[in-house]
């Protein structure tokens, strides 16, 4: 069975920072991507970041580009989020997700095909 979790979601304060991690577990997956997700209440879902298995390729959204990292550590089936510079604007829920047969080796508009339950980040002014 597929698994992943997340965790390391907080309350913050604008200016600070977060780490989340994602652990993933369940498959084994000739390539995949691990991506990075968030829903805010009343907005749609929207795509932060990926990584791809294989050569570890990464992609950014516009809105995080510059201030979230995405990393991943195979040893420990774990990628990570660090989040710095946060504002008010990044409080949701944050998802990671799989795809098991991810384009050009990472896209945040692939199919992604698991999911985990979520972290809640939230950012105070």
């Known amino acids: 069975e597929v698994q992943l979790v997340e965790s390391g979601g907080g309350l913050v304060q604008a200016g600070g920072s977060l780490r989340l991690s994602c652990i993933a577990s369940?498959?084994?997956?000739?390539?995949?991507?691990i991506g990075w997700f968030r829903q805010a209440p009343g907005k749609e879902r929207e795509a932060l970041s990926c990584?791809?298995?294989?050569?570890?390729?990464?992609y950014y959204s516009d809105s995080v580009k510059g201030r979230f990292t995405i990393s991943s550590d195979k040893g420990k089936n774990t990628v990570y989020l660090q989040m710095n510079n946060l504002i008010p604007e990044d409080t949701a829920n944050y998802y990671c997700?799989?795809?098991?047969?991810?384009?050009?080796?990472?896209?945040?508009?692939?199919?992604?095909?698991?999911w985990g339950q979520g972290t809640q980040v939230t950012v105070s002014s």
């Open positions: 369940g498959f084994t997956f000739d390539d995949y991507a």
């Open positions: 997700a799989v795809d098991r047969d991810p384009p050009f080796g990472c896209s945040l508009y692939g199919v992604w095909d698991y």
């Open positions: 990584v791809g298995y294989a050569d570890e390729i990464t």
